[in-house]
């Protein structure tokens, strides 16, 4: 069975901070893996896919994450975050059967 | 396009109650999850239909939950005998196709059970 972890639950910085959330999964296959953020008040979206290829993916808003199959990892990344980036942040992984599964995810709080 | 959408948006319903959840998934999209969100947690995966068939319901919790997506389109998920740990939102997400993709997902019900 397949499995996703993310490492923070909570992350508080301020504006202009660098951002860099965990994201570890298990599964013994090959998997797609996503980066989907919920603002307040709003439904999940996409923010990145990983699918193959380059490992290093950018996605919308200055975010990008780096694929580690060694590590397992698809930590997400963003030089300089913005208020508007206060959300909550989901890692996902998806089988090519085409079941998903999700981390618990990571809210994180910018301070103006 | 018009999105995902979910209804009805909230729902109360009592201990012991039969509700049904509706998802309208984006039209040409032949997948369509079903997945159950408590507070504090990411979505849980319930149920995942490619066309009119359950390609992997493994994540549906009992016999309690029944899900059905009879033309290929719209999908409804069924609960029997509702029970107060069934409160949760329940997240729809439709795909264009099986595999990589990525899921677009609606508004979610947020079902509360007295």
Do not use: M
Request: charged fraction near 20%; hydrophobic fraction near 30%; glycine fraction near 12%.
């Amino acid at each position: 069975a397949q499995s996703v972890s993310q490492h923070n639950h909570h992350v508080i910085l301020s504006e202009a901070a660098s951002l860099e959330l965990g994201c570890n999964y298990s599964y013994g296959g090959t998997v797609n893996l996503f980066w989907y953020v919920q603002y307040p008040g709003q439904h999940l979206q996409l923010l990145l896919k990983y699918f193959s290829g380059d490992p290093l993916v950018k996605g919308i808003k200055g975010f990008e994450a780096e694929f580690i199959k060694s590590k397992f990892s698809f930590n997400l990344r963003k030089p300089s975050v913005q208020w508007s980036d206060t959300a909550e942040y989901f890692c996902a992984v998806t089988t090519n059967a085409g079941k998903s599964t999700f981390g618990d995810g990571t809210t994180l709080t910018v301070k103006p | 396009g018009a999105g995902v959408s979910q209804t009805p948006s909230n729902k109360v319903t009592e201990k012991g109650k039969y509700v049904e959840l509706r998802c309208d998934p984006i039209s040409g999209h032949t997948a369509l999850y079903w997945y159950r969100q408590s507070l504090g947690q990411g979505p849980e995966f319930l149920i995942y239909f490619q066309g009119t068939g359950a390609a992997d319901d493994s994540g549906l919790p009992n016999d309690r939950f029944f899900a059905v997506r009879p033309e290929g389109s719209v999908s409804t998920l069924k609960i029997q005998r509702t029970e107060r740990g069934d409160s949760a939102v329940y997240l729809c997400a439709s795909k264009r196709g099986g595999g990589e993709g990525e899921q677009f997902f609606g508004p979610g019900t947020r079902l509360t059970v007295l």
